[in-house]
């Protein structure tokens, strides 16, 4: 009896230990986040994989307290996401902190919900053990659907996009697959696509806590896919990318060999300047550096890179700002070498 009565404690103290487990407090890990009230448990704690949650925000019928995640106050929201610029700085009463990871080097990844009226981002973020911003990209529109025919709405044709991240480490990927398909009365998808792509994006964080792009490959296909439809997509990804790290040029560098290979010179819609452009933008002196640093055939972003007109005057602003002499006078020769006319109709 007195051996019933001893196991049966036991039994209980085991299951108590095993709730407190579950609400554990890793605050000790993050001392950054607990100084600004955020306490860490198993639920903030960022798992191998990682999927965005399937809300479009536009839509009364879903709201931000549906999603799992803390909401930042105005005083985490400005120590935490302000110091990445105003490419990430917006809409601060709809971000929501998703999750943390210690990736070593006392290096912090955080994972984070941005919502708005006019959609959604996967934000993810690293930060030093003192809690300063390190590197920061943003991961758009991690599951469309698409109409092709934007002009005919009785046509039902769309594309379709889902994506998810994993982590391994300092390793990450962004996994992809896009396919054609057709859409039902309810905007639903109807039947199987009718052809599907889909591929990696890796990234490694270094001992800076950057993101570097390794590189995209294709892992699957089913059908006949459209390599134009589905080129522009890659190049999309291709700018969830460090916004400091130089060797992501590299990587976009060898990318246009792929798009060279894929696109008809006379195909009317290249959406691969705009990308270029895209990247300029998100850091115009590391942009600028790089081509400076690549002035010969080696520079295959150079056929790529053409502002349109009225953008021009805060472009010889950003090259006014660099230091070397040299720099300065190649970047302003290219620059007034263009002419009015756009590398694609997308400009």
């Not at 009565?5 to 230990?17: E, T, V």
């Not at 941005?114 to 973020?125: A, K, V």
């Not at 809690?131 to 594309?159: P, Y």
Request: glycine share 6%; proline share 5%; hydrophobic share 40%.
């Amino acid at each position: 009896m007195r051996t019933s009565f001893f196991w049966g404690i036991a039994l209980f103290l085991l299951l108590l230990a095993s709730c407190n487990d579950s609400g554990k407090v890793y605050n000790d890990k993050f001392p950054f986040l607990d100084s600004l009230g955020i306490t860490i448990t198993d639920q903030l704690l960022l798992g191998d994989t990682l999927t965005l949650p399937d809300v479009y925000c536009g839509d009364p019928n879903q709201k931000m307290s549906d999603l799992k995640g803390l909401k930042l106050n105005p005083d985490q929201y400005e120590t935490l996401v302000i110091p990445a610029g105003v490419k990430f700085a917006d809409a601060m009463s709809n971000w929501l902190l998703l999750g943390v990871r210690d990736v070593g080097n006392d290096i912090t990844l955080a994972a984070y919900y941005q919502c708005n009226n006019g959609g959604y981002c996967l934000d993810l973020m690293t930060y030093d053990k003192q809690g300063k911003m390190l590197d920061a990209i943003n991961a758009r529109e991690q599951h469309l659907i698409w109409r092709i025919h934007l002009d005919d709405a009785s046509n039902d044709t769309v594309f379709t996009l889902d994506g998810h991240f994993t982590f391994n480490d300092k390793r990450l990927t962004l996994h992809r697959v896009m396919g054609r398909a057709t859409m039902d009365f309810y905007n639903d998808l109807k039947g199987q696509p009718v052809w599907q792509q889909g591929w990696d994006q890796d990234y490694i964080i270094n001992d800076k806590g950057h993101f570097v792009l390794q590189g995209q490959h294709v892992v699957m296909e089913k059908g006949e896919v459209d390599q134009y439809a589905a080129l522009d997509f890659k190049s999309w990804d291709m700018l969830v990318c460090s916004l400091h790290d130089p060797s992501i040029m590299d990587t976009w560098n060898d990318y246009t060999e792929l798009v060279n290979s894929t696109y008809d010179p006379d195909y009317e819609y290249n959406p691969f300047p705009w990308d270029v452009i895209q990247l300029y933008n998100m850091n115009p002196q590391r942009f600028l550096h790089w081509m400076a640093a690549h002035r010969n055939a080696g520079n295959r972003l150079l056929p790529c890179f053409k502002m349109p007109t009225h953008h021009r005057p805060a472009l010889l602003e950003e090259i006014a700002r660099i230091e070397d002499p040299d720099a300065r006078q190649w970047l302003t020769t290219l620059v007034n070498s263009w002419d009015d006319k756009p590398l694609t109709k997308h400009l």
